[in-house]
């Protein structure tokens, strides 16, 4: 039997846990409403939920892990908007069965997260509710009129991707396997499921080199590569021997497989690629890959010098059918 | 048997119902994140959750009233800092169940209550889970320095609440009851539980007039109350027979009821009460009663000349015990 905090009690104990006022925070957790400082560029802002037995299985990932997750996850938007992150607020539903402690853990991940990416958490809510969901909105700066959006992709740009890609869908099916990590690969991969990196400061080294497009891939290249082609209205043709996989990831895991957390750009050159790469490769020790190039329309794929129809297939938490 | 939309249709779907590009709004829903043009002021953020089966019950409320009250709840934090809404983002967690119909209608009352309160609905998640779950995030601005913390409060403040208190305690009775509304009166506590109003504009005069702290009463008078004397470090004294109840609530509809979401405000002498409540009788026809005052310490409640300390009960959606 454990004591059961009270709302206040809760909140007090997480205010603990929390940024607290950090430079341009005015008002911070515990009141109506958090205030910061007037942003110096325009605010971007982004929300996304992660819902117990559909985005992550109490089971499987840690407290802490799902915390730094949740948090990681939205960064990851901003980074593909080329944005810096400011702020995030977190609504968090529980069941009665959770420990407080158990939550107490789960803001620990969020503010390791958030002091990873200068990121202040300065506010939220906390519900009962049948299962655990963790819905976090990050807000960031950009320089006017610098974000990249998925739409600006031209014929003739050159789609690169950062990192290398399958290793969250590869250190997933380890996890579902439940057999305990033997290797540095083993932990690597789960490493990579449990806590995807956001590539932040790829996504401005990207929009520095006078990327036309960008995305960050959570639903698998093929599904997302799709999503940025439609919004761009322009095709793509992939070559699929030059897709970086992660040691360890099958083909599958880096077309198909989610959560990977990479960004996926197009640039307008090859002198644009090579000034990518370089600042990339330099500055975080990240791989930056071409791996086709934007087409009028259609989305193909190119295997073996055969090109045929790449089916926008992927991870899709609404399902079909 | 429906069809079932996948995400990106249902998602494609909800965006005609969204608000699209409006003044300030440099990238609108679709993207990995919107961005907002810089914003004038400071920047004023708040979220909240609502769940069914603890906030609302899917029997009793309709789809579009339950937008229109996730958005309106969230905005009253902001009109309890004195700041004027700018953009909203939602997460929504739905049952397989939930018909693609009924979560068009939610949008289209969460877009009802955004054109209300001029507010942007710029993006957001959708995920499956086990039972209907709302957060919404919103962002707003004042001026730097003019936010109304819970925390300015001095001893000798008057303690003033704007319109009248209970009614939507009263109403969530009436709909419990399941009778069909029979009277005006019904109608109008029935209205106050499903579509509570946000004081933007009361919260902006209550600021103007000097407001030594200020919050929305969400979890009842007696609560709140505590809260906003914790927060200013002082006590508070009320005129029980000064609190003005709702036609049709009962005193503890008035004290204890949530989800009034009417402001309560500390102003520093009779004058900046008049002026608060001229402003405010005049633009909205909203009333401004003063209930009691400030104190060093303490929370007490005066009924018939005597005074007996305030139990700060109210709701909590976090139950004790």
Redesign the interface.
């Known amino acids: 039997m454990h004591m059961?905090?009270?709302?206040?009690e809760?909140i007090a104990a997480i205010g603990k846990v929390l940024s607290g006022a950090g430079p341009g925070v005015?008002?911070g957790p515990?009141?109506?409403?958090?205030?910061?400082?007037?942003?110096?560029?325009?605010?971007?802002?982004?929300?996304?939920?992660?819902?117990?037995?559909?985005?992550f299985d109490l089971a499987l990932t840690s407290a802490r892990d799902l915390g730094y997750k949740a948090i990681a996850v939205n960064v990851s938007?901003?980074a593909?908007?080329a944005?810096s992150p400011r702020?995030a607020?977190?609504?968090?539903?529980l069941p009665?069965s959770t420990e407080d402690a158990w939550v107490i853990e789960l803001y620990g991940g969020m503010r390791e997260a958030c002091d990873e990416y200068a990121l202040w958490l300065?506010?939220?809510?906390?519900?009962?509710?049948?299962?655990v969901?963790v819905?976090v909105?990050v807000?960031?700066e950009?320089a006017?009129?610098r974000?990249i959006?998925?739409?600006g992709a031209r014929p003739g740009d050159i789609l690169v991707v950062t990192g290398r890609l399958g290793a969250s869908a590869a250190g997933l099916r380890l996890a579902l396997d439940g057999r305990a990590p033997s290797t540095a690969l083993d932990r690597a991969l789960l490493r990579a499921h449990f806590r995807p990196v956001a590539r932040v400061g790829e996504g401005g080294a990207l929009a520095a080199a006078g990327a036309t497009a960008?995305?960050?891939i959570s639903d698998g290249l093929a599904l997302d590569l799709s999503?940025l082609c439609a919004?761009s209205g322009v095709g793509a043709r992939l070559t699929v021997s030059d897709v970086p996989l992660a040691d360890g990831a099958t083909l599958d895991d880096g077309l198909r497989g989610g959560e990977d957390y990479e960004l996926l750009a197009s640039l307008p050159d090859l002198g644009s690629v090579h000034a990518a790469r370089a600042a990339i490769a330099d500055t975080f020790g990240v791989p930056l890959t071409a791996i086709g190039e934007i087409t009028p329309d259609g989305l193909t794929a190119v295997t073996d010098g055969r090109e045929a129809t790449l089916e926008a297939k992927g991870w899709?938490?609404?399902?079909?059918?």
Chains 1, 2 share one sequence.
């Open positions: 059961r905090a009270s709302e206040d809760l005015v008002v515990g009141d109506d409403a958090a205030v910061l400082a007037r942003p110096s560029g325009e605010l971007v802002i982004s929300a996304d939920v992660l819902v117990e037995g559909v985005h938007d901003l593909a908007m944005a702020a607020v977190v609504t968090l539903v009665t300065v506010g939220g809510d906390l519900s009962r509710g049948p299962a969901s819905s909105t807000t960031g950009v006017p009129g974000a959006t998925r739409a960008m995305m960050d999503r919004a899709d938490h609404f399902g079909g059918a």
